[in-house]
């Protein structure tokens, strides 16, 4: 059963800090890495996506990617109140267009 | 550009009635999902189709439930008869998906399904 791993929090981080968000993966095969932000009675954003080990940057959200440890995790820097959502983590193997997803983390951003 | 489009938003309706849940894809993408979620189990995936093809049913829960993708543009998601336990968020989502390519997946709103 090919699985995706997160904490459900929730995490609570002070305004202005950096939240730090983690995934594992249990299918080795996997080949692309997904980011989704749900807010409270709202659809699935996707915020990031990373393909190769390392690190991708865009704006205050970093994705981190290590495929040899099988985790995959998303930096928010500079916090903010209105980060306050679920995120949730999607993965995808390799020959399918299938995502599996994780339950989601829910974060919380304090004023 | 229009994202994916669901309809209706909403949908409350008696145990044992039919519903007909509507997607329209972003327009030029090949693939799409229909989704479950719920408190307790989170997003599940019921159903996919690339190219208007049914791929993998698997999620589907049981045979009530049913899908159907008649042209690029348009896909339904049917369930016969409903029961209180089917009440959910259905999400239909479409991404490009080229070969292996792996392309996001976009969401629509949702539809928020009430069985009484």
């Known amino acids: 059963q090919k699985e995706v791993e997160q904490n459900s929090g929730p995490l609570s981080v002070p305004e202005g800090a950096i939240a730090s968000l983690n995934c594992t993966y249990s299918?080795?095969?996997?080949?692309?890495f997904f980011w989704y932000r749900q807010y409270s009675g709202k659809s699935p954003e996707l915020i990031m996506s990373?393909?190769?080990?390392g690190d991708k940057e865009d704006g205050r959200f970093t994705a981190q990617l290590n495929k040899a440890s099988q985790y995959v995790s998303l930096l928010i820097r500079d916090s903010q109140p209105s980060d306050s959502a679920t995120y949730l983590c999607a993965v995808n193997g390799g020959g399918t267009y299938k995502y599996i997803f994780g339950t989601g983390t829910r974060l919380k951003v304090l004023a | 550009d229009a994202g994916v489009i669901q309809s209706p938003r909403h949908e409350v309706t008696e145990m044992g009635q039919e519903v007909t849940l509507r997607c329209k894809p972003i327009s030029g993408h090949n693939s799409l999902f229909w989704y479950r979620q719920t408190m307790m189990r989170g997003l599940e995936l019921l159903i996919y189709?690339?190219?208007?093809?049914?791929?993998?049913d698997s999620g589907m829960p049981e045979d009530r439930f049913s899908a159907k993708m008649p042209n690029a543009s348009f896909s339904t998601l049917k369930i016969q008869p409903s029961e209180p336990r089917d009440s959910a968020v259905y999400f239909c989502?479409?991404?490009?998906?080229?070969?292996?390519?792996?392309?996001?997946?976009?969401f629509g709103d949702g539809t928020r399904l009430s069985i009484l």
């Open positions: 189709f690339n190219n208007n093809v049914p791929i993998d």
């Open positions: 990373i393909y190769s080990n």
């Open positions: 299918d080795r095969v996997s080949q692309s």
């Open positions: 989502a479409s991404s490009l998906g080229l070969g292996g390519s792996n392309q996001p997946q976009h």
